[in-house]
Nanobody, 127 residues
Framework: VQLQASGGGLVQAGDSLRLSCAASKGTVSNYGMGWFRQAPGKEREFVAAINWSGSRTWYADSVKGRFTISRDNVKNTAALQMNSLKPEDTALYYC?????????????????????WGQGTQVTVSS
């Protein structure tokens, strides 16, 4: 499976962006999916995750209420809708997939549990 993240850009504080993650060379319809981000000089951190059916989602406290993760198993894609963006959301955003879909968020918070990663898409939020 290959993942391609897209949709990043330069926006102002308060704006919205929608990131997309397209899977190819295999299906992710049974996989858990997640988004992580890495700001300059910081470690990569969990942002959001969704189980295989889309019935369960999990968010980092810093984005809860502003970001929404979703997926379309027919199109083999996942998305991250980001609203009310803040300068501290500036980072390189990665989508990731794990071959086992859990219903407990604990597994999704740890990047080592993911099997496939996209290349990242840059989000820059100016104040």
């Amino acid at each position: 499976v290959q993942l391609q993240a897209s949709g990043g850009g330069l926006v102002q504080a308060g704006d919205s962006l929608r990131l997309s993650c397209a899977a190819s060379k295999g299906t992710v319809s049974n996989y858990g999916m997640g988004w992580f981000r890495q700001a300059p000089g910081k470690e990569r951190e969990f942002v959001a995750a969704i189980n295989w059916s889309g019935s369960r989602t999990w968010y980092a406290d810093s984005v809860k209420g502003r970001f929404t993760i979703s997926r379309d198993n027919v199109k083999n894609t996942a998305a991250l809708q980001m609203n009310s963006l803040k300068p501290e959301d500036t980072a390189l955003y990665y989508c990731a997939a794990m071959t086992t879909s859990y219903n407990s968020g604990t597994y999704y918070y740890t990047e080592d549990n993911y099997n496939y990663w996209g290349q990242g898409t840059q989000v820059t939020v100016s104040s």
